[in-house]
Every structure is written in C-alpha cells, then in structure tokens.
C-alpha cells in the first residue's frame, strides 16, 4: 500500500490510499474535490472509497464531486453523522473493519471529542493511522461536541497504539503546536529538538505528516498530563487546582484555545 498527501485548502490535508495490486484507493478526508482527483488521475488508480473523519465542512466538501465521478465508491463515515455527510453510504462505529483492494484494511476507532462522531481509521498492517482533528502533531483538536473527558480518553486510546504507527492528521499545524508545547514544558529536549527538525522541512515545504506515536509520547502536551512541569504549567495558567489527567487536558485546552 502507498499512501499520498494531498494538501488542500490552506492548511489541511486529503489522503490517497493506494493498493498497488489493484490501482483501487480510499480517500481520507477529501475537503476540496479538484486536488484529490488531480491525485487519481496521476496515480492512474479508480476510488474505491471516501473516509470521512468527521462531518466538518473542510473535511468533505469534496466528497460529491468524487462520488459522481466514481459511482461506485462507498462514503464512510460514523452511524451519528448521518446527514452531516454528504453522499455517505456507510455507518460504521467502533471496531468495524473497511477493505479497499487487497492491500488496505482498515479498522475503525470511535474518538469522540472534537466532535461527536469523530472517528479515526487504524491500518494495522501498514503501521499507520488516519486521525483526521483528533490527534494533531504535537497537539489536538479543539472541542465543539465532546467533552474534556471524551477528548482526553480519545487521544489516550490513540497514543496507546503501537509507538511506531504513523500518524496522519487533518491540518499542518506541527509548528504553531510545538511552540505551545515549548511553553508548556520547556525542559523538554525532545521538543526542541522536534522543533528543530520541523522547522527544516517547513522551510523546504515539505509537510509534517508521517509522524509517529512515539513522537507524541515525548513531545504532544495533551497527552503528557501526567509529568511534573505539564501539570505545574497548566495548573499556573489555568488556574485549576486538580492534579486528575483529564483536568490538566481540560487546563491546556482551554490555554491554547486562548491563544
């Protein structure tokens, strides 16, 4: 299986999925139609389906134009957002499992948070994870459906896959979050270091997709809530007094959601 970025918009992110045996593909998140199907066209591939991790608007917009053009692709998203995708076909909920060709398999991970029927697709066998506003490089979506404590749990499940699953998300935020990271914990060697390293891709417009589970163990605040200077920062500009993961989240969230 190969997979292709395939920047959209300003700052997000569609994804081809390829299964080189069968030139069949899956879509991730197609926000606009024009530069998924300029991808189709030169990979020479026919879309089989469109993974959609959640039903917001730049996340999908592209889906009709792909569905008319492939009649017969399925439109995957959570069984809560029907309706809130546009051509959807399948209704899937935690654990399902989705099939394109005979090189892509897919299992379905229920990540509510960001919103309420946000979902993440898991690639096993390709040691790769599709996590649309959930899981970012170095950070997390905002909440517009969930709770602190659904987001938390979320990204706690994500960050428990194997530590060498590469992650793909929805945007190119990698730099913006690891400077909030760099405020929250700024002992931290391996932010820097990531920082470092982000910087000379960006600089060479090359995206940040691709990154590891291990990556966001050592550097992505939200999931650290549980080391000393995390929780000492969010508690000092939070003002909150718990030492409980999901309030630290809660503490961070609500500093960068003011930045």
């Excluded at 390829?18 to 530069?35: L, M, Q």
């Excluded at 099939?99 to 096993?124: D, K």
Aim: aromatic letters at 8%.
């Amino acid at each position: 299986m190969r997979i292709v970025t395939v920047p959209c918009r300003s700052d997000n992110y569609a994804y081809l999925l390829i299964c080189e045996e069968t030139k069949k593909a899956a879509v991730v998140d197609p926000s606009e139609a024009a530069p998924v199907l300029a991808a189709i066209d030169a990979a020479g591939v026919t879309c089989a389906a469109i993974w959609n991790t959640h039903h917001h608007y730049d996340h999908i917009e592209g889906n009709e134009a792909i569905a008319k053009k492939f009649s017969e692709c399925e439109v995957v998203g959570h069984k809560s957002d029907r309706g809130r995708i546009p051509s959807q076909t399948s209704y899937v909920g935690d654990g399902d499992e989705l099939t394109v060709g005979t090189q892509i398999r897919a299992r379905v991970l229920f990540n509510p948070g960001h919103t309420a029927g946000a979902i993440s697709y898991f690639l096993e066998s390709s040691s790769a994870v599709f996590t649309g506003d959930t899981l970012f490089a170095a950070g997390c979506g905002r909440l517009f459906e969930g709770t602190t404590e659904q987001m938390h749990a979320s990204l706690t499940s994500l960050t428990e896959l194997p530590p060498a699953t590469r992650v793909y998300c929805g945007h190119e935020y990698t730099e913006s979050n690891l400077r909030f990271a760099a405020a929250v914990e700024p002992d931290n060697v391996a932010i820097a270091e990531r920082i470092a390293a982000v910087e000379g891709k960006r600089a060479e417009g090359i995206d940040t997709m691709g990154f590891s589970v291990a990556d966001e163990l050592a550097t992505n605040v939200f999931v650290r809530t549980d080391m000393a200077q995390v929780r000492e920062s969010a508690r000092r500009e939070s003002g909150i007094t718990s030492t409980e993961p999901s309030e630290i989240f809660a503490g961070l969230r609500a500093w960068k959601d003011r930045l």
